[in-house]
C-alpha cells in the first residue's frame, strides 16, 4: 500500500500555480464529467494512442482530486461550525473559510488573553492500489510493461496468495501481530505513542470518567479542590467549578493531569495504555488491529496488498517508484493522484488547552472530525499541487495529442486549479483550529 504524507500541523500555502489560476479564470462550467469520472471534453480520446491515454488520466485525476478537495472542505465546514456551536459563536457560515474564520478568531481570542492551545495530529494514509494500477495499466496502453519496468522494489499488488514480501491488509478488525497503523486493541496494558481508550497507569491528558488526584487542570464534571479560575477571576474551590479547575477533581476530569485513571479514559497516555492504542505511524500489535496491519514472514498468505511477487494476484499490479517508460512521468503523477483520491487514512491527535477550559472541552469534543479532516487535507495537499504546477503543462505540452487531446487538457488543468482553491481553504482550516490562521 502506498504511504503517503505523516504530518502534524502544516501551515497554508497559496501558489495556485500561474497555467492554475488562468485556466480557473477562463474554465468556469468545465468541469463535467460523463459519470465515469472522465471530463466530457476528454470521452472523444483514443485511449490506445499513448499521448492520448496520457491525457485522459491527467483528466481524470484532477476531477477525482477536485471532488475529494470538496469533500473535505466540506468536512472542515460541519467541524468547524460543530466547535462553533458548543462555544456559543455563530453558526450561520455557509463556507468552510467563513465557518472556520470564526473559530479562528475564537481561539486567537484566547491565545491573546494567555491561553495555551497544544495541538499535534500524526496521520497517516494509503492510496488506493487497485485505482493506481488500473490507471498505469490504461494510461500507456499498448507500449508499457509496468512489471518488467518498475523501479526493483516498486511493484505491489493486490493479492490473494503467497506475498514474498510485506503484506498490508486492511479489515474492520483483523488478528495483528504485526505494525498496527490504526486502533489496536491487546489484552494488556502497553506504551501508546497515540490516542488511548480504556486505562491510564500514569499521567495523561484527556478524560476520565473517575477524576483526577493530583496535579490537574482542566474542567471538572465533580467536585474542584484546589482553585476555580472564571473569567480571569481565580478563588479557592472545594466543590463544583464553572471554570478552569487546578488541583484534584472527583470526577469526569478533562484536561491533564499527573495521576493514574483507572476508569474509563480517553486521551493520550503517557505511561501504560489499558485498551485500545490508536496510533498513525504504526506501532507493533499483539492484538485486534482496526485499520492497516503490516507484516513481513517471508512467503507468508496475503489478502491484502502486496509489496513484492503474489501467486495470486487480486488485481492490476501498480508502480509506486520510477516507471520507466516514455512518458511515464507525467503518466505516473496522474495515477497517483486519482490513487490518492481515493485514499484512506488513519489519524492520531494529542491536545492539550490550558487557560479556556470551554474552548479545551469543544476541541476535544470533536477531535474525531478534526483529525479525520486533517489527515485528509494533507494527503491531498501535494498530489494537487504537483498535478497544478508540473503535470498539467508537461501533459499539454505533449506531441501527438491533437485537437481533441488539446481540449481535454485545457479543461482537465481548470479542474485542476478548482482543487488547488479547494485545498488551500482546508489547509487554512488546520490552522484555524489553532488560532493561527491568517485573518483577512
Known amino acids: 500500500m502506498k504511504i503517503l504524507n505523516r504530518s502534524t500541523l502544516k501551515r497554508a500555502f497559496s501558489t495556485v500555480g500561474a497555467i492554475g489560476l488562468l485556466a480557473l479564470a477562463a474554465g468556469a462550467g468545465c468541469s463535467a464529467t460523463d459519470g465515469t469520472g472522465t471530463p466530457t471534453s476528454c470521452t472523444g480520446l483514443d485511449v490506445n494512442v499513448s499521448a492520448q491515454a496520457t491525457v485522459k488520466a491527467f483528466g481524470q485525476a484532477a476531477s477525482a482530486l477536485k471532488d475529494a478537495a470538496l469533500d473535505v472542505e466540506a468536512k472542515w465546514l460541519s467541524t468547524c461550525n460543530a466547535i462553533n456551536a458548543d462555544l456559543g459563536e455563530d453558526t450561520s457560515k455557509n463556507t468552510a473559510a467563513e465557518a472556520c474564520a470564526v473559530l479562528n478568531a475564537r481561539v486567537k481570542k484566547a491565545l491573546n488573553a494567555g491561553a495555551q492551545v497544544t495541538l499535534a495530529v500524526k496521520s497517516e494514509c494509503h492510496a488506493d492500489v487497485s485505482v493506481q494500477g488500473d490507471c498505469q495499466a490504461k494510461c500507456k496502453l499498448p507500449s508499457c510493461d509496468i512489471e518488467a519496468q518498475c523501479e526493483p522494489g516498486k511493484l505491489s499488488v493486490a493479492c490473494n496468495g503467497k506475498c514474498e514480501g510485506t503484506c498490508d491488509i486492511q479489515a474492520p478488525?483483523?488478528?495483528?501481530?504485526?505494525?498496527?497503523?490504526?486502533?489496536?486493541?491487546?489484552?494488556?496494558?502497553?506504551?501508546?505513542?497515540?490516542?488511548?481508550?480504556?486505562?491510564?497507569?500514569?499521567?495523561?491528558?484527556?478524560t476520565c470518567d473517575a477524576g483526577c488526584e493530583a496535579q490537574f487542570e482542566g474542567t471538572c464534571g465533580g467536585d474542584c479542590t484546589g482553585t476555580c479560575e472564571v473569567n480571569g477571576n481565580s478563588q479557592q474551590a472545594s466543590g463544583a467549578c464553572a471554570g478552569t479547575c487546578k488541583g484534584s477533581c472527583s470526577a469526569k476530569a478533562s484536561g491533564s493531569c499527573s495521576a493514574k485513571c483507572d476508569a474509563q479514559f480517553s486521551g493520550t497516555c503517557k505511561a501504560q495504555c489499558g485498551g485500545s492504542c490508536e496510533v498513525a505511524g504504526g506501532a507493533q500489535c499483539n492484538g485486534k488491529c482496526e485499520g492497516t496491519c503490516s507484516y513481513t514472514e517471508g512467503?507468508?498468505?496475503?489478502?491484502?496488498?502486496?509489496?513484492?511477487?503474489?501467486?495470486?494476484?487480486?488485481?492490476?499490479?501498480?508502480?509506486?517508484?520510477?516507471?520507466?517508460?516514455?512518458?511515464?512521468?507525467?503518466?505516473?503523477?496522474?495515477?497517483?493522484?486519482?490513487?490518492?483520491?481515493?485514499?484512506?487514512?488513519?489519524?492520531?491527535?494529542?491536545?492539550?488547552?490550558?487557560?479556556?477550559?470551554?474552548?479545551?472541552?469543544?476541541?476535544?469534543?470533536?477531535i474525531s472530525d478534526i483529525k479525520s479532516a486533517w489527515a485528509l487535507t494533507v494527503a491531498l495537499k501535494d498530489p494537487i499541487a504537483t498535478l497544478v504546477t508540473k503535470t498539467g503543462s508537461a501533459v499539454s505540452g505533449l506531441a501527438n495529442i491533437g485537437a481533441s487531446g488539446a481540449a481535454c487538457a485545457a479543461s482537465s488543468v481548470a479542474i485542476a486549479a478548482q482543487a488547488s482553491a479547494s485545498i488551500e481553504v482546508s489547509v487554512s482550516a488546520q490552522a484555524s483550529v489553532q488560532g493561527t490562521a491568517s485573518s483577512n
Not at 178 to 200: F, Y
Not at 353 to 362: E, I, N, Q, R, S
Request: a negative charge.
Open 173 to 206: 478488525t483483523a488478528t495483528c501481530t504485526g505494525s498496527c497503523s490504526g486502533k489496536c486493541t491487546a489484552d494488556v496494558a502497553v506504551a501508546c505513542s497515540g490516542s488511548c481508550t480504556g486505562s491510564c497507569t500514569g499521567s495523561w491528558t484527556g
Open 299 to 366: 512467503k507468508a498468505e496475503c489478502n491484502g496488498e502486496c509489496h513484492g511477487k503474489c501467486d495470486v494476484e487480486a488485481g492490476l499490479p501498480s508502480c509506486e517508484g520510477k516507471l520507466n517508460c516514455e512518458g511515464a512521468a507525467e503518466c505516473q503523477a496522474s495515477c497517483e493522484g486519482s490513487a490518492t483520491a481515493k485514499a484512506s487514512c488513519e489519524a492520531s491527535a494529542t491536545l492539550d488547552v490550558k487557560g479556556d477550559a470551554k474552548l479545551g472541552t469543544a476541541l476535544r469534543a470533536h
